[in-house]
């Protein structure tokens, strides 16, 4: 599964997901908008580097559509909406976990930067016990989020940084 993060205007981004076992999907316009990374980037960097292989991306790439992204070829059929609606409630279940890392990485990774976190995000950090960041999993995350910030801030609107999703895709179906 490749997903296409990329720049549709100031201050504004989508989703792109290509898949192979179901239909592509696209989340436009994406939330949580940030200079350095998008929040959504964020959110497959832990679910890699922490093996989430059931958060909002391994939800998708089990034929889900996270509840917020939307076909880009089929049209929405009542039958695509059941199939999708009972994959959704039957995947997914480390979403709340990755908005947990998600919260925590991002501050420790703006504070390494040099910048202050979002205080939104520095107390999301509170809800994760001490020591639940294993620090070989922390250190990848880190270094991802190093490398897509500098490719995210060099684009121009119109650009785009794919990722490829670390873990093959599962059920899903095309029609």
Request: proline share 6%; aromatic share 6%; hydrophobic share 40%.
């Amino acid at each position: 599964m490749l997903v296409v993060f990329a720049r549709i205007g100031v201050r504004r981004y989508e989703v792109r997901v290509h898949r192979e076992l179901a239909t592509d999907l696209l989340m436009s316009p994406a939330p949580g908008w940030n200079d350095l990374v998008p929040h959504d980037l964020v959110h497959l960097v832990v679910e890699h580097r922490f093996g989430l292989r059931d958060g909002i991306f391994g939800q998708l790439a089990a034929g889900g559509n996270a509840w917020t992204f939307v076909p880009t070829q089929e049209q929405r059929t009542r039958a695509w909406a059941r199939r999708v609606e009972r994959r959704n409630r039957a995947r997914g279940t480390q979403i709340g976990r990755s908005e947990q890392l998600a919260s925590a990485v991002l501050p420790v990774w703006l504070r390494r930067r040099g910048l202050a976190p979002d205080p939104a995000h520095a107390a999301a950090t509170s809800t994760l016990p001490e020591g639940d960041l294993d620090t070989r999993d922390l250190e990848l995350a880190l270094a991802d989020l190093d490398e897509l910030s500098t490719r995210w801030q060099a684009l121009a609107v119109g650009g785009s940084v794919e990722v490829e999703w670390p873990w093959p895709e599962v059920g899903g179906s095309r029609r």
